[in-house]
């Protein structure tokens, strides 16, 4: 029988299933909350400092106080991780403005609701990253302010559904005919051997495995742009990659049922590949990778 995942909830740990929070949340009225994935490769996150961070920004930009210090969440997280200790995790952080009548006006004096859960990471599977994925092209139909990592992500899972529905794995958004990201993922594309991805923007979550893949490129002196992309641009580009701190890295090799240059993972994402497994085994192995 397996061991019963333990979460955390306002300042308690205990097991998942015995977790509960009112019907009054306002994350379960109102979507107001904010969250965080974070990968953990064997007990240690993945850039935790960097996730931290956006976590503050998201909760600052709709008007929440951070309810834990920093050293507070790295003591939280290092106690759920060691109480779930079976190999790579992924750990879901959550933040809701907390419980209160249902009035969409902000509720004075509430104490937000904190939770915290892990899940086994799956691996990076070998034949995605062998022949690539398919993705669609879509029309950006969220809301302005993307950079907020929201609890809010029901236009997300429509654009999503959408994909998986056309027997894709991605949405690829495109607004005013230029790339956003994907619906779960930051988009990149190669060109002529430089790699780009768009700037960041409201337009866009600021992603964590995005902003380590462009640190990569630039450390190992491969050439790479954050710039506005074109719909035109993705659709002739020589390769496209998906990022996202579950997803990794995927070479996209098909897209509107069209193949991506020769329909195989191309040269560039392969060297960055090769560059971010090697990061995160050094991570994995509690070796100094900032």
Request: charged share 25%.
């Amino acid at each position: 029988m397996s061991t019963p995942s333990i979460c955390y909830l306002n300042g308690e740990f205990l097991p998942l299933e015995n977790a509960q929070v009112s019907v009054l949340d306002r994350g379960f009225i109102f979507g107001d909350g904010i969250y965080e994935v974070i990968p953990v490769y064997g007990t240690n996150p993945f850039r935790l400092k960097e996730h931290l961070q956006r976590l503050d920004n998201s909760l600052k930009a709709v008007r929440m106080v951070n309810p834990l210090s920093d050293a507070q969440w790295e003591d939280m997280l290092t106690k759920l991780i060691s109480q779930n200790s079976n190999g790579d995790q992924s750990v879901y952080m959550q933040i809701t403005r907390g419980v209160a009548k249902r009035d969409h006006a902000f509720p004075a004096n509430t104490k937000a609701t904190v939770f915290a859960m892990s899940s086994p990471l799956p691996s990076s599977s070998k034949t995605l990253a062998s022949e690539g994925v398919t993705a669609i092209t879509l029309d950006d139909i969220r809301w302005r302010y993307c950079n907020i990592k929201s609890i809010a992500l029901l236009p997300n899972i429509l654009l999503r559904q959408q994909a998986l529905d056309n027997k894709a794995v991605e949405a690829i958004l495109v607004r005013e005919g230029m790339v956003t990201e994907g619906a779960a993922s930051n988009v990149f594309i190669v060109k002529n051997g430089v790699i780009k991805t768009p700037v960041k923007s409201e337009c866009l979550l600021p992603g964590i495995t995005r902003d380590l893949i462009v640190e990569l490129a630039v450390k190992n002196k491969l050439p790479c742009e954050e710039t506005e992309i074109s719909e035109a641009e993705l659709l002739a580009a020589d390769e496209i990659w998906l990022s996202s701190s579950i997803k990794e890295i995927l070479p996209v090799t098909r897209l509107n049922d069209k193949t991506v240059a020769d329909g195989k993972p191309g040269k560039v994402w392969q060297q960055m590949q090769t560059i971010f497994q090697d990061y995160k085994q050094r991570l994995r192995d509690g070796i100094e990778v900032e």
